[in-house]
């Protein structure tokens, strides 16, 4: 089992930028496939972007293509979201999220992080 810590959340300007951290326990984070998701009030939540085990697999939401880059330090058992030229439709609870190998699903989640994009 693995815990999740996201961190980095906050209020900026429209055009901002911000960097989420997801931290994880345990000495097995290489073994998890990794999700950044979203929820904003009143909608359900969506994929933002995901990561395979060693980083050599990206894939992104078309809302955030070329603004959010999803990346993971396995040495540092912490998966990042760097979310550049933020918009108000942004705003949401941020939530990582990690998959077991073999998995359809994500199976640990984190509490979220709020992030607040201001017009």
């Known amino acids: 089992q693995v815990q999740l810590v996201e961190s980095g959340g906050g209020l900026v300007q429209a055009g901002g930028s911000l960097r989420l951290s997801c931290a994880a326990s345990g000495r097995t984070f290489i073994s998890y496939a990794m999700g950044w998701f979203r929820q904003a009030p009143g909608k359900e939540r969506e994929s933002v972007a995901t990561i395979s085990r060693v980083g050599a697999t990206t894939g992104y939401a078309d809302s955030v293509k070329g603004r959010f880059t999803i990346s993971r330090d396995n040495a540092k058992n912490t998966v990042y979201l760097q979310m550049n030229s933020l918009k108000p439709e942004d705003t949401a609870v941020y939530y990582c999220?990690?998959?077991?190998?073999?998995?359809?699903?994500?199976?640990?989640w984190g509490q979220g992080t709020q992030v607040t994009v201001s017009s």
């Open positions: 999220a990690a998959k077991n190998p073999g998995s359809y699903e994500y199976d640990y």
